[in-house]
């Protein structure tokens, strides 16, 4: 094991691990030279529709949580990412930054990520709701329905080759299926009407409350990379 990753499993509050098999480092220069000019285009009209996107979601009032937000919170990472994670829904500081997943649980996130041999910057990360309710409650069916065409299309655009859903409202929503996430966890499932492998674990503000569950959840990170590495 490496030491950055030990450092990194140290600040999630595992111990000592070791990773058989690691996957590779993301590789953004992965299209030879000759496809360079035509790869560029590509991001370059991926990140306007999602910019287009983005706006549209800022003005949205499919929900009744627009009355009460801040602002939307879309979405942040590279949009080229081969890796999507999706979270429940923004909370109250999200509300306040835009952003998602950030202080303690960005942090941990950021832990859990780096653990994986990926950065923050890497990958692409949002939420199955695009604004915070109220006192961090969970959402209504109806708020959720609100807003699975904006992940939809997020999904669409990005064309990420794994997802990992985290929490068991993500993953129920993302896969339509109504079992535990005790049950859910340590399987591949796909995202539906597709080939796109879904992994699911637990959020990081879980693993916060929970930290005796963060063994089982670095599990669920090793068995994503390995659904990783066999299929990139």
Not at 137 to 159: G, H, M, N, T, W
Not at 186 to 206: H, K, M
């Amino acid at each position: 094991m490496q030491s950055y990753q030990r450092q990194y499993l140290k600040e999630m509050g595992i111990d000592i691990w070791l990773i058989k098999d690691s996957p590779v480092a993301i590789n953004e220069d992965v299209f030879e030279k000759s496809n360079a000019k035509e790869s560029h285009i590509e991001e370059v009209d991926r990140s306007v529709a999602l910019d287009i996107l983005a706006k549209q979601v800022a003005v949205g009032q499919q929900s009744s949580l627009h009355e009460s937000r801040t602002q939307s919170i879309f979405s942040v990472g590279n949009p080229n990412a081969e890796w999507l994670v999706i979270g429940e829904m923004p909370e109250a500081d999200e509300d306040q930054r835009g952003e998602p997943f950030i202080g303690l649980d960005g942090k941990l996130l950021n832990s859990m990520l780096s653990a994986m041999r990926l950065t923050r910057g890497q990958v692409f990360i949002s939420n199955i709701l695009k604004s915070s309710p109220q006192n961090n409650r969970d959402p209504q069916p109806q708020e959720i329905l609100a807003c699975e065409s904006y992940l939809r299309q997020q999904i669409v655009l990005i064309k990420p080759k794994i997802i990992l859903a985290m929490g068991r409202i993500a993953a129920q929503s993302l896969l339509k299926l109504e079992r535990p996430i005790g049950e859910m966890r340590g399987n591949r499932y796909q995202y539906p009407d597709s080939e796109l492998s879904v992994i699911v674990t637990y959020t990081p503000a879980y693993l916060l409350c929970s930290p005796g569950d963060k063994r089982e959840a670095w599990e669920d990170l090793k068995f994503a990379m390995q659904i990783y590495k066999a299929i990139r």
